[in-house]
């Protein structure tokens, strides 16, 4: 009897142990987990990691990284970001307003009788290398505001051009922007300019893969969500660069920002297009559909990088194919940019920033905005949006 009772008291002391040791580890990891959370914002998923760090090895400093995490197209501009460093030649002086937009403030609802001009797009349309009054949606409101009314045959109408643009971003990403900000913004018409991305190699996933493994539920979910694990995941990190720099034979892996801003220009074959041509395909068409269930006009935008300014191949040139193409089967009007920068090869191919081939000066933002204006005022002249 009595050793009957002494084993079962061992048995519930044991458990008891079990459970209190298991309470203790819960309790600490609640603790580690509240004091990560001070300390550290969320990461997100892989794809803005990446971003990060390929802007840091392009010589951003850490305390100047613009970009929140967004569960739906992986990053987004910080709102109210002012940047004053005189070595960073990304971005200076006032980068986005308080909504996260690069353009002035803007009204929400829109104000009566503003015609407002949406412009998503990428790094072209936000304006890297430019200041915020030198980007072609800035231009492009510049010459809409000094229009003749009889220009657009317009009264008492006010244009407002709002600068979408985010810099990395694919079609992917475009086409999940345009569906959170749509509704919200009011866009009387819409302007899209992607591609510059969209053939980017960066691991070998697309981007609708990194979205569906963010999507993951369960034990993934939260380990993906945990600051404790992110914070492992960051010290992984530093201590590949650690090997990088004490191992000069370190793989591509060991330095990803490297290998994959190269690849822009001599893709990695083993890595994938961030978003194929297929997928190109359809995120353009889902966009015209969701433009065209709010009867809000769409222009699309065909960028050159700098060869094909200068009549050269491009990897862009098989995705603006793509662009011409649902133009013509959904009867679109193009911005086309290339043909104003190729019109104008003696000079245009100097409108590039220094030491880049995809991003502009003001003149050659002043060539965008041209392009844009008049597809603009080709689509507002058949549409129903001008006051007479």
């Known amino acids: 009897m009595g050793n009957t009772v002494s084993r079962k ?3 519930f002391s044991l458990r008891f142990r079990l459970v209190a040791s298991s309470c203790i580890f819960m309790i600490a990891l609640g603790t580690m ?4 959370r001070c300390f550290l914002s969320d990461q ?3 794809r803005f990691q990446q971003i990060n760090q390929i802007v840091v090895f392009l ?9 929140n995490f967004d569960s739906q197209r992986f990053w987004k501009l910080k709102p109210n970001i002012e940047i004053h460093d005189a070595e960073n030649t990304f971005w200076q002086g006032t980068v986005s307003n308080s909504r996260g937009f690069r353009c002035p403030e803007f009204a929400i609802p829109k104000s009566q009788g503003v015609l407002r001009i949406v412009c998503f797009g990428d790094s072209s349309t936000f304006g890297i290398g430019a200041p915020m009054e030198d980007t072609w949606p800035s231009v492009l409101q510049n ?17 407002e051009v709002i600068n979408a643009g985010v810099p990395g971003y694919t079609s992917y990403q475009g086409l999940q922007h345009m569906r959170q900000e749509l509704d919200r913004l009011q866009p009387d018409l819409v302007m899209a300019s992607y591609a510059n991305n969209d053939f980017w190699h960066w691991d070998q996933q697309t981007d609708a893969q990194h979205a569906a493994d963010f999507s993951e539920t369960g034990l993934a979910s939260l380990l993906r969500t945990s600051r404790v694990a992110q914070l492992m995941d960051l010290a992984l990190i530093r201590l590949r660069r650690t090997a990088h720099d004490t191992n000069q034979t370190a793989s591509p892996n060991q330095h990803w920002a490297k290998a994959a801003t ?11 297009r961030r978003v194929p041509l297929e997928s190109f395909r359809e995120n353009l068409s889902q966009m015209v559909d969701l433009c065209a269930a709010r009867r809000v006009p769409l222009i699309m935008m065909k960028w050159p990088d700098q060869p094909q ?13 793509v662009i011409d193409q649902i133009a013509i089967d959904r009867g679109l009007h193009v911005a086309d940019v290339v ?24 003149d050659g933002n002043t060539l965008a905005a041209d392009a844009a204006h008049q597809a603009i005022c080709s689509a507002l002249s058949e549409s129903h949006l001008l006051t007479n």
């Open 143 to 159: 010459m809409l505001d000094q229009a003749t009314p009889l220009e657009f045959d317009r009264q008492e109408q006010r244009f």
């Open 339 to 362: 043909k104003l920068f190729q019109e104008n090869r003696s000079w245009s191919v100097g409108t590039y920033v220094p030491n880049d081939i995809v991003h502009v000066n003001r």
């Open 262 to 272: 190269f690849s822009y220009f001599d893709p990695v074959n083993e890595w994938t």
């Open 33 to 36: 987990e509240l004091v990560a």
């Open 9 to 11: 008291s061992r048995a």
């Open 44 to 46: 997100g998923n892989q």
């Open 309 to 321: 300014a200068a009549g050269l191949w491009s990897p862009r040139i098989a995705y603006q194919e």
């Open 59 to 67: 010589g951003t400093k850490q305390d100047d990284l613009m970009l």
